[in-house]
């Protein structure tokens, strides 16, 4: 049965923030990854543009996002849809740390300002 346990989780750390990897093609996803992102308080994001749809659902603390240029405050069940073409930057500028639970289809890639392409491992 795939049950991945909190203690099974594939931490990844870029860009300030920690990324813990639960479903992906590594732990038997085919179609959909999925992950826990923790954002340290003051964290600056790196926008990024994403390949796919992305669902970020705030579980605790608050973010700042900015998508195509419009900026929004999330607070702990917030969800924001980020869809495939968008330009994304997430910033935690509180002072408690935030953590978001992020869905996506397998095969995403987050394009950064300067054209490299990043395929988070959590993600694929």
């Given amino acids: 049965m795939p049950v991945i346990r909190s203690t099974e989780a594939q931490p990844h750390e870029i860009h300030g923030a920690r990324f813990l990897g639960y479903a992906n093609p590594s732990t038997g996803a085919k179609e959909l990854a999925a992950w826990r992102g923790e954002i340290p308080a003051g964290t600056a994001g790196t926008a990024h543009t994403v390949t796919k749809e992305e669902i970020v659902h705030l579980l605790a603390g608050r973010l700042t996002v900015t998508l195509d240029g419009e900026r929004a405050e999330l607070a702990p069940g917030d969800v924001l849809i980020v869809n495939a073409g968008s330009t994304l930057c997430v910033d935690n500028e509180g002072d408690a740390p935030a953590a978001m639970w992020t869905c996506t289809s397998v095969g995403l890639e987050a ?8 395929a988070p491992p959590w993600a694929n």
């Fill in 111 to 118: 394009v950064l300002p300067d054209g490299s392409r990043l």
